[in-house]
């Protein structure tokens, strides 16, 4: 059973930083590709960042220059240093992952629970 487990949300002001964390447990083969993506009421769920197995990256052109991803391979875990953060990045973020299963040898796509992100004075 394959769990994404998500930290580091938070309430901070305009121009503060947060890390966001996210660690794949469970039977996994190997990782495809992890990544965020965030929702904000009323909108819909956008890519924030990703990070393949090859180690190539995307950013929301909204976040590029101010976040970046990152992954410890060995922990499953993939990062996301958030900074200069804007109220316009309040969302909730979401942690995605696609993983090999070792009975299959298929890609699977599997989403955390989210953590919230509150940008605010």
């Known amino acids: 059973q394959v769990q994404l487990v998500e930290s580091g949300g938070g309430l901070v002001q305009p121009g503060g930083s947060l890390r966001l964390s996210c660690a794949a447990s469970?039977?996994?083969?190997?990782?495809?590709?992890m990544g965020w993506y965030r929702q904000a009421p009323g909108k819909q769920r956008e890519l924030v960042a990703a990070?393949?197995?090859?180690?190539?990256?995307n950013y929301a052109d909204s976040v590029k220059g101010r976040f970046t991803i990152s992954r410890d391979n060995a922990k499953n875990t993939v990062y996301l240093q958030m900074n200069s953060l804007k109220p316009e990045d309040t969302a909730v973020y979401y942690c995605?992952?696609?993983?090999?299963?070792?009975?299959?040898?298929?890609?699977?796509?599997?989403w955390g629970q989210g953590t919230q992100v509150t940008v605010s004075s």
């Open positions: 469970g039977s996994i083969f190997s990782i495809n590709a």
């Open positions: 995605n992952a696609d993983l090999v299963s070792p009975d299959t040898g298929w890609g699977y796509d599997y």
């Open positions: 990070i393949t197995s090859g180690r190539s990256t």
